[in-house]
């Protein structure tokens, strides 16, 4: 079996190594292809997974290309982890928003409209190789941010191409919440006993269940965190907020519900997240490139994505062996949640087997949350026919509908200044 990695060259693979490395008895892996279009970042990055596969007895072949056609042939998963305009890009999606006095953040607001609109062309690029050269029915697996948002723009421009977008933090939530409950009881809890109950897009999700073998463990789980809401001196949420919503929300969430204090803590820039990414990937290259590293440094950990190489290797192990296991993830919902429009992609539980991903029924969100989710979706959707067609009067409308975006009389400004920054990327947009 060959696995294509598309943006090999990330400081992330080698986590996604060790995954791969880790399920070498139930995922006969054969041939691992890294493909990246940075030459320098493919030598240092590639030729340390091949280091690392073969002092582990080298189970598969490790293949690096710069060769997007070349990588995708005869693959059975393509699974795309890209960014566009590399680390400098995000740098500028976040001083974006910040010149304007907006939200700048890579998935969210202005900054997350203008990594959609480089992303995107290349994912459905992807999807049509994989179309032509790719196994039949070959899965593409994307982690590329925001992940929801180009899921969408596969399910409604690349239909053929059997497509999941996946994300490490409704896992990340499922972890905390599971050591939280560790917590209380005083055990110890395999995770497969436990399953959480999440719904939204991604990186707006609700999170508004918790089951151990079965069983709601929700009111004791959010009850334990009120009461640390109610102990913090500056606490994340209101803890009236949650009492209201009996919900967690994402993270990501904080951008829409205290979206001052978001804005204050940008205005400390520099340093930006990104420009602390780089800092960071400057030291991971460096170690990456000694020759006889073998095993991924301990500052990978700085660089964030906690338990990606779990999230991308349990699912595709899933798929590949037919396990029928529950797996959050973004694909089209097609009516699991009752009075939706059945074509919305949506973050939500799936059943994972050989026959694809597939939503599982899962009751609606109330109306205070369905409203917001609803307008974030509008902008998605306009967002994603901008990236493709080059539509400007698209991506004005998409600005305008964000609940983050700019005032009325400011739309144009942003927009002409998302596109002449990031021009090179767009040429949809300068024909």
Known sequence: ?????????????PELINGFLARTAQLPVKELWLMDVDPQRLHIVGGFAQRMVAAHGAPFKVVLTANQREAVRDASYVCTQLRVGMMEARRNDEYLGLRHGLIGQETTGVGGMAKALRTIPVLLSIAQDMREVARPGALLVNF????GLVTEALFRYAPEVPAVGVCNAPFNMKMTTLQRLEKMTGQSIDPARV?????????LTWHRGFTLDGEDVWPRVLEDYLNELRAAAEPEYDPRLIESLRAIPNYYLEYFYTPDRKLAEQKKWPPSRAEQVLEIEESLLRQYAEPDRTEPPTDLLKRGGAYYSTVATQLLNAHYNDLGETHVANVRHNGAVPGWPIEWVLELPCKVDRAGVQPLPTE?????SFGLLAQIKMYELLTVEAAVHGDRNAAYQALLAHPLGPQGDQVQTVLEDLLQ???VYLPQFFK
Request: proline share 12%; no cysteine; glycine share 8%.
């Open 1 to 13: 079996m060959k696995i294509t990695v598309i943006g090999s060259g990330s400081t992330y693979t």
């Open 144 to 147: 590329t941010n925001p992940s």
């Open 195 to 203: 399953e959480l109950n999440t719904l939204g897009l991604n990186h």
């Open 364 to 368: 609606p969100l109330p109306p205070v």
């Open 421 to 423: 920054t990031n021009r």
